[in-house]
């Protein structure tokens, strides 16, 4: 009677060391990825050309009384810097729900590591990725008339990492409950654009009626697209009547809300975001 030898198997134990790998390994993941689809690059860029140069040109001629000489796309240029890394961090949060098709997600979910770091290292490496995207974007600056100013680029990619940040974990929180793609990009653009139209990125958000104002207070979006343009419209020569009517800022019962606040709250939200999330994949299977 033969014996059969069973060769052991040593599951390395858990350490801190170990999950700040798995982040390292997750995010660099996200970069390849991002960096080998030259196609998902160039699709992404098609939304900020069609606003900053289709839709800010058709259209500037019509809102010209509105602007106090002020180019449509100047003003429309903090949106889409938003929008820019709004929905390439959503397209790097889908790719979870790929990798659950495809059983990945489930080799990476049972590695003997801490799941919040996999969740981690997705976050940032979908920040990454949209503030990336989001660099070619500030890099059309000059098309839109606003200045390479050293000071302007950093802040506003610093945003832009905040924000791409916030929504990546938004994504990843949602991705963790939805198992077919279909479904997931469904939800994010019946989320995303609503979003961004309420958030001011087309239109000033003084005098709104009631009901927008109220939606627009209270649309996340708002508080990055706000300071964004804050930043933007600092470093542009304007009269006090075109400043007051196109960047009065948000208020709340009066009170114009500090960029610096309205930083805080994208920062708190993507915090909220990523701890769910944390928690949603702590209890998946």
Known sequence: MSTEVVAAVRVPARS???????????????????SQDRLRILTSLVQPFLFLFVLGTGLSRIASAGTH?????????????????????????????WDREFGFLREMMVAPVRRSSLVVGKCLGGATVASAQGVIVIA??????????PALILEVFALQLLLAFAITAFGVMAAARITQMQSFMALMQMVMMPM??????????SGL???????????PLTYAVDPMRR???????????????????VTWFGWRVPGALEAAVVALLGAVMLAIAIVEFSRAE
Not at 22 to 34: D, M, T, Y
Not at 86 to 93: N, V
Not at 231 to 249: E, M, T
């Open 196 to 205: 961004f139209f309420l958030a001011g990125a087309l239109f000033p958000v």
């Open 69 to 97: 000489g002020v180019n449509l796309r100047t003003f429309v240029y903090p949106g889409v810097l938003c929008l820019a890394v709004m929905f390439t961090a959503i397209f790097s949060a889908a790719s979870l729900v």
């Open 209 to 219: 009626p009631r009901w927008l104002e109220v939606l627009n207070r209270l649309d």
């Open 140 to 149: 059309l600056a000059g098309l839109v008339g606003v200045p390479y100013a």
């Open 16 to 34: 801190w060391r170990g999950d700040l790998r798995a982040v390292k390994i997750v995010w660099q993941r996200e970069l390849i990825r991002f």
């Open 231 to 249: 930043i933007v419209f600092a470093h542009l020569d304007l009269s006090p009547a075109a400043r007051h009517a196109l960047d009065p800022g």
